[in-house]
């Protein structure tokens, strides 16, 4: 069981839109309740009770400390960007930029989520996000036939994943093309299905699996300094 799942079992489960994100944020930067409440000048209790309590309603200087503990914005703890793009905050005066390895690339891919996957259609190219998971260094999702993402097979395609930190203005981007083909051998997608991270979040009949073998993985990666 990893540190998060530890996390997650023994200190309750979030309720509501500010506990997921506080809760969520505190997961990527591995904070623990009582790291994070030290340096919001709070208890962990009461942490617990934002995190926990749909109906919490902390002051704006509380809300303030949280945020700025965990490396965020007050607007994104609360949501305010929620139907925003990504990328809107200003650039970092000082700021570097590296090109991520090969080793780099798989990790971060490794860890899920949502990305992008650029598919040649009839009317013109597309480009689409899709809940993927890494099985065996191989992109796979799963879709429905006849959709744009279940045009990818067959091809030679781009998928693309990344993550933007608003707050300090950095993030990261990683780039893979590969050859796209279905997946229909019982045996595999038994095999994906026992494997893969989540179901897509359309919802819906989806049992169609396309897998992207890797041909080049590059990324990149901008950090405030």
């Known amino acids: 069981m990893t540190e998060q799942a530890m996390w997650r079992r023994t200190e309750g489960s979030p309720r509501g839109d500010l506990g997921r994100r506080i809760a969520q944020r505190r997961a990527e930067?591995?904070?623990?309740?009582?790291?994070?409440?030290a340096r919001a000048g709070t208890s962990a209790g009461y942490l617990r009770h934002l995190e926990e309590n749909p109906a919490a309603a902390p002051d704006a200087g509380v809300l303030l400390r949280v945020a700025g503990a965990l490396g965020t914005t007050v607007t994104e703890l609360s949501g305010g960007n929620v139907e925003l793009p990504p990328g809107l905050g200003?650039?970092?005066?000082?700021?570097r930029f590296t090109e991520l390895s090969a080793v780099e690339c798989?990790?971060?891919?490794?860890?899920?989520?949502v990305g992008r996957v650029a598919v040649a259609t009839a009317s013109g190219p597309a480009v689409v996000p899709v809940n993927y998971s890494v099985v065996d260094d191989r992109i796979v999702y799963r879709t429905a036939p006849g959709t744009t993402p279940w045009q990818a097979r067959g091809n030679l395609v781009a998928f693309?994943?990344?993550?933007i930190d608003e707050a300090l203005s950095q993030g990261w981007s990683v780039l893979v093309r590969g050859n796209a083909r279905a997946v229909t051998e019982p045996d595999e997608v038994r095999r994906l299905e026992e494997r893969t991270y989540s179901r897509p979040w359309v919802g819906g009949r989806r049992v169609a699996w396309v897998r992207i073998d890797p041909v080049a993985v590059t990324g990149r990666r901008i950090e405030s300094r």
């Open 106 to 113: 798989r990790a971060l891919l490794g860890t899920h989520g």
């Open 160 to 163: 693309e994943v990344d993550r």
């Open 90 to 95: 200003r650039a970092a005066r000082h700021r």
């Open 29 to 37: 930067l591995g904070l623990t309740r009582r790291k994070t409440a």
